[in-house]
Nanobody, 124 residues
C-alpha cells in the first residue's frame, strides 16, 4: 500500500504560479500511474492531469492544457504539478492519486490510493 502526501498549496493572485508536490511512501512508486485531481466546493472531483508509469506520457484536462505541467521523479518517489497562469476558477482542493491498473485513465474511480489534498486559492 502506498501513502501519498501533498504539499505546496496556498493563496496566489490570478496569473501567478504554484508548484504542488506529492510524496509517496513505499519502494514501488515507479509501478504506479499518477494523477492529479481537484474538487471545488459543491462540485464533483475532476481530472486535472496524469502521467504514466512507464513512458512518462502526460495527459491534461482541456481546462489546464498549456498552463499546468505534471512530472514525476521516481528516485524521489514524488510527482509534481507546476501550475502557471492561474485563474480564479482553478481554486479547489487538489489531490494526487495512484493507479495500479494496466491502463492509466482520467476516472477518479480507477485510482486506488489518494492523498489528503492541498488547498489552492486563486484570488482575482
Amino acid at each position: 500500500q502506498v501513502q501519498l502526501v501533498e504539499s505546496g498549496g496556498g493563496v496566489v493572485q490570478a496569473g501567478g504560479s504554484l508548484r504542488l508536490s506529492c510524496a509517496a511512501s513505499g519502494p514501488t512508486f515507479s509501478n504506479y500511474h499518477m494523477g492529479w485531481f481537484r474538487q471545488a466546493p459543491g462540485k464533483e472531483r475532476e481530472f486535472v492531469a496524469y502521467i504514466s508509469r512507464s513512458t512518462g506520457n502526460a495527459v491534461y484536462a482541456n481546462s489546464v492544457k498549456g498552463r499546468f505541467t505534471i512530472s514525476r521523479d521516481n528516485a524521489k518517489t514524488t510527482v509534481y504539478l507546476q501550475m502557471n497562469s492561474l485563474k480564479p476558477e482553478d481554486t479547489a482542493v487538489y489531490y494526487c492519486a495512484a493507479e495500479t491498473g494496466f491502463i492509466v485513465t482520467s476516472r477518479p474511480a480507477d485510482y486506488d490510493y489518494w492523498g489528503q489534498g492541498t488547498q489552492v486559492t486563486v484570488a482575482s
